[in-house]
């Protein structure tokens, strides 16, 4: 939560405005994402509970800032698009069943970093996603992420959410 109190964005802010947002569908290729040999450097593959989650999130940022891709100021962003991508995943794809899996993948991909949350859900179509009125709870974190993220996709033959960024370019939104 330290992220959403030192940031303050607009509606066209969080929504994405500007910030390119790709969604495939099972007949797209690849294309996109061949800019470099993928070489996973994180995996973990999870229960899908809150309380796994919470190792697996910790781990993964950690990674990042010992790998020096992301700098302790990026650290709060980047934790919490990993967090939101976690928690639909578990809440969403998943439906909260522990015996479904969610996993975490971090690559690099040319001079780019891929990450990737995937699940056992049906998938969903994020282009309809929207900002919802002030007073719901909930429903926000597509669009931080795509605010924070470089380039956002949903791969629905995998059933995972594709959040591609440069190294130490993380929370450079407008």
Do not use: W
């Amino acid at each position: 939560m330290e992220a959403l109190a030192a940031v303050r964005l607009s509606r066209n802010q969080l929504c994405g405005v500007g910030t390119p947002v790709v969604f495939f569908n099972q007949d797209t290729t690849e294309r996109e994402y061949e800019a470099g040999v993928n070489v996973p450097f994180f995996r973990e593959e999870i229960a899908s509970t809150f309380e796994a989650m919470a190792g697996t999130l910790d781990r993964a940022v950690a990674e990042l800032l010992s790998q020096d891709i992301i700098s302790r100021e990026e650290a709060p962003c980047t934790r919490l698009c990993l967090e939101e991508a976690l928690v639909n995943a578990i809440r969403h794809g998943n439906k909260c069943d522990a015996h479904r899996r969610v996993f975490l993948e971090m690559t690099r991909n040319g001079e780019s970093y891929v990450i990737r949350v995937g699940d056992e859900g049906a998938g969903f179509s994020p282009e309809q996603v929207e900002l919802p009125d002030c007073e719901q709870l909930g429903g926000r974190g597509i669009c931080l992420i795509r605010h924070f993220m470089d380039q956002v996709r949903y791969n629905h033959r995998e059933h995972c959410l594709e959040m591609k960024f440069r190294r130490k370019a993380v929370c450079k939104g407008d």
